[in-house]
């Protein structure tokens, strides 16, 4: 299993650009994540996904869609890309156990810069 | 406002020695707490988990410790190792499953030779 999988690993954008990061999970999770990590600031929701086909606002999403057309992976796009959305951003997935939260499992991260 | 805090950024701990990695929250709903480990250019990993019901749950040389009058939780590793070398998420989380975890911004330990 490859787990968790990001691509890409590094880009570099201008302002205004727009840009989609994939992730992708083999492990048949139901739950999906797009967190955002800056220096200082551990980690930041940004969307979630509970299955395929929906969506949800985390804790900073603007700025940000996602879409979970397939149950494997889950798109993160930037629309107009600004330079505060410099950062390292990781997805992560899970599946709904019998109690309580699940562990998340991350992939290795995308380091995006915008100039 | 910052409801999980690591007040100490770094950390360094002679290797063989006890790393103790702190932890505090604010929300009293918090049930669940975790640790994540992560090394540079790698995504964050799970290292271990405490419910609210317990106050101490062990895996190897990794113990955490829960204080829930406190709102404290410690991290201990016993021995240090080189390997880890890393920066530590204490995380929290309510009990549902659908409840989001909520990342302290992270400890950075280093076990020195």
């Known amino acids: 299993n490859a787990g968790v999988t990001q691509t890409p690993k590094f880009r570099v954008l201008k302002t205004g650009q727009s840009m989609t990061l994939l992730c992708a999970q083999d492990?048949?999770?139901?739950?999906m994540y797009w967190y955002r990590q800056d220096p200082g600031m551990g980690l930041r929701l940004i969307h979630y996904?509970?299955?395929?086909?929906?969506?949800a606002k985390g804790e900073v999403p603007d700025g940000y869609n996602v879409s979970r057309l397939k149950k494997q992976n889950f798109l993160l796009g930037l629309e107009s890309a600004a330079p505060s959305q410099t950062s390292v951003y990781f997805c992560?997935?899970?599946?709904?156990?019998?109690?309580?939260?699940?562990?998340?499992?991350f992939g290795p991260g995308t380091r995006l810069t915008v100039l | 406002d910052q409801q999980v805090k690591q007040n100490s950024p770094s950390l360094s701990v002679q290797e063989g020695r006890i790393s103790i990695l702190n932890c505090d929250y604010t929300?009293?709903?918090?049930?669940?707490f975790l640790w994540y480990k992560k090394y540079p250019a790698e995504g964050p990993t799970f290292l271990i988990s405490i419910s609210s019901i317990k106050d101490k749950n062990e895996d190897g040389r990794f113990t955490v410790f829960l204080n829930k009058s406190a709102k404290h939780l410690s991290l201990h590793i016993v021995p240090s190792q080189p390997g880890d070398s890393a920066v530590y998420f204490c995380a929290a989380s309510g009990w549902n499953r659908d409840d989001k975890i909520i990342f302290g911004k992270g400890t950075r330990l280093h076990i020195l030779p």
């Open positions: 929300n009293s709903m918090f049930d669940y």
């Open positions: 996904s509970v299955g395929e086909g929906t969506t």
């Open positions: 992560a997935s899970s599946t709904p156990g019998t109690g309580g939260p699940d562990t998340q499992y």
């Open positions: 492990m048949n999770h139901e739950y």
